[in-house]
Structures are given as C-alpha cells and as structure tokens.
C-alpha cells in the first residue's frame, strides 16, 4: 500500500479517512476493512480488502456479504459499486457470484504504473426490502 502514496495517506490519515472506513475483526484480529464512498443518495462505492494470508481460502464471498449486509444495514442505498484490477481474476468471480455486473473499464494510475479496472455493480435495493420485512 505504500506504493500508493494518496492512498496509504487517507487510510493512515484520520482526518483524511473520516468515518468512510472499517476494520473487519474475527477473534481480536483484523481481517480485512472496507470503505464506502458515497456517490449519490442512492449510490455508493465500495472498497475492501482480505487479509492477503486469507485469499484463495473460499472466504470472498462471505467477506463481501458481510460488508454488503453492514453498507445495507446503516445506509439507505439502492445501488453499489465497485472496481477491480482486471488481472484480480478470482475477485471478479466472486463479485459476479454475489450479484454484480461489468459496466466498463478504466485506466487508473497506481503504485507507480497504470492498470486497467473494471467496473462493477450490483442493485442492492431489493435486498433492502427484504431485510425490512
């Protein structure tokens, strides 16, 4: 992380970070955090990271699910999104096994080079009506 000098300064930075970002604990240890970024009253994006001694252990997909049940929880959002390096082959299975789509790519400079992204997202609204009832 940094490799990515903006980036690693929002995350160490509380006043950069705000209260955009949490922490994932399982037993006392940190498991992963994730952010989200409000980009509408009815959109926001998400950003997550596992624990790299925790990938390629089946544990995606209840990561994500966690994190999409807290945003759901204390957010009103209908829709979220997200981007994922375009090499990130086994999290782009596991985003479009939990119910996202690819809607486009981009180039994004990071850790001193420029990767391709692509663009996801997922309609979470009727997941909101269902936790409701």
């Known amino acids: 992380m940094a490799e990515d000098p903006e980036d690693f ?39 997550l990271g596992l624990k790299p001694n925790l990938t390629g252990q089946g544990l995606g997909l209840s990561f994500l699910k966690l994190i999409e049940h807290f945003v759901l929880q204390h957010q009103k959002y209908q829709t979220l999104v997200l981007s994922v390096v375009a090499f990130n082959e086994r999290a782009i299975k596991v985003y479009i096994k939990a119910g996202y789509v690819k809607v486009g790519t981009e180039m994004v400079a990071s850790n001193n080079s420029e990767y391709e992204f692509i663009l996801m997202k997922k309609n979470v609204s009727r997941q909101v009506d269902e936790m409701n009832h």
């Open 9 to 47: 300064e929002e995350i160490i930075s509380p006043g950069l970070r705000g209260d955009r970002y949490f922490q994932v604990v399982n037993d006392d240890e940190l498991t992963g955090y994730f952010c989200i970024e409000p980009l509408s009253a009815r959109k926001a994006e998400i950003g």
